[in-house]
C-alpha cells in the first residue's frame, strides 16, 4: 500500500512539475486567469499545505513515540528488570487504547 501511495506522488510531482515548465516554456502567466480561479488555487494550495503539515506531525509524533518506547525498554533491560518501568507500560497502553477513545 504505501508503495502505491508513493509511486502516485511521485507521479504527481512530475506531472506537476512538467506542466509548470511547459506553461513557464510557453510564457503563460496565471496572473491573466480570473480572480476566481487564483482564489480557489490559493486555498487548495492552503488546505494541501495544511494536510502535510498535519501528515508530518503525525509521522515526527509517531516515531518520537517509539523512540521513547525503545529507550524505556533499553533501560529496563540494562537495569536487570524482566517487565518494563510502568512509564513504558503507560505509553504502550496509551498507545493500544488509541483508537478506542472514538465515540461510535
Known amino acids: 500500500?504505501?508503495?502505491?501511495v508513493a509511486t502516485f506522488c511521485?507521479?504527481?510531482?512530475?506531472?506537476?512539475?512538467g506542466a509548470a515548465s511547459v506553461g513557464?516554456?510557453?510564457?503563460f502567466e496565471p496572473s491573466r486567469l480570473p480572480p476566481a480561479l487564483l482564489d480557489i488555487a490559493a486555498y487548495k494550495l492552503a488546505f494541501i499545505a495544511a494536510l502535510a503539515l498535519l501528515?508530518?506531525?503525525?509521522?515526527?509524533?509517531?516515531?518520537?513515540?517509539?523512540?521513547?518506547?525503545?529507550?524505556?525498554?533499553?533501560?529496563?533491560?540494562?537495569s536487570g528488570q524482566l517487565e518494563p518501568p510502568d512509564a513504558a507500560n503507560e505509553l504502550e497502553r496509551a498507545m493500544r487504547t488509541k483508537g478506542r477513545d472514538r465515540v461510535e
Open 1 to 4: 500500500m504505501r508503495s502505491r
Open 10 to 17: 511521485f507521479g504527481l510531482g512530475l506531472f506537476v512539475g
Open 24 to 27: 513557464l516554456l510557453f510564457g
Open 55 to 78: 501528515g508530518v506531525g503525525a509521522v515526527v509524533r509517531r516515531y518520537e513515540l517509539r523512540a521513547r518506547r525503545a529507550e524505556l525498554e533499553a533501560a529496563a533491560s540494562h
